[in-house]
């Protein structure tokens, strides 16, 4: 075989080498970025992660929204219809944000209750996130429970 064209081969398989290893090394970083949409239920029934950042999707409960005199602490609970999980949050809250009004919350779940860094209202009337509707929708079918004493 031509010393050029045996150059050229291991050439092409070296450049392979490193896009697969590349590729892998994004993947792997990409992965530890990502934060899941959980319901209340799916909390509940320990599926989100214990100790990992993750999103908290579902309806502000009415009767529960509770701000802490003189600071931006505020805690609510969020349910997909079937369970409810407490959410505290220190910080502004969104403008769209009100009881009965669909949430996306950012954070941890700290013992019981998921302790928030970022809420987010959902835009208008019209508008849910389609992983929350399907989890309310099955929700609904499931159970019919309302915003209740916890």
């Known amino acids: 075989m031509n010393p050029t064209r045996i150059r050229r081969i291991w050439l092409i398989v070296l450049l392979l080498v490193v896009a697969a290893v590349a590729g892998t090394l994004i993947t792997f970083a990409m992965q530890e970025n990502m934060t899941y949409l ?4 799916q909390v509940k029934n320990n599926e989100a992660p214990k100790d990992a950042r993750f ?8 009767g529960t929204v509770k701000r802490t005199e003189g600071t931006l602490a ?6 997909d219809r079937v369970n409810q999980v407490i959410v505290q949050h220190e910080g502004i809250l969104p403008d769209m944000f009100k009881e009965g009004t669909s949430i996306i919350a950012t954070g941890k779940m700290q013992g019981k209750q998921f302790i928030a860094s970022e809420v987010l209202a959902k835009h208008d009337e019209t508008y849910t996130p389609k992983e929350v ?10 159970h019919t429970k309302s915003c209740g004493a916890l």
Not at 38 to 41: A, Y
Not at 74 to 79: A, E, G, I, L, W
């Open 55 to 62: 999103r908290l999707g579902g309806l502000v409960c009415e």
């Open 74 to 79: 505020v805690s609510f609970s969020v349910t």
């Open 133 to 142: 509707q399907d989890a309310m929708k099955k929700a609904r079918e499931l």
């Open 38 to 41: 959980f319901t209340p239920t």
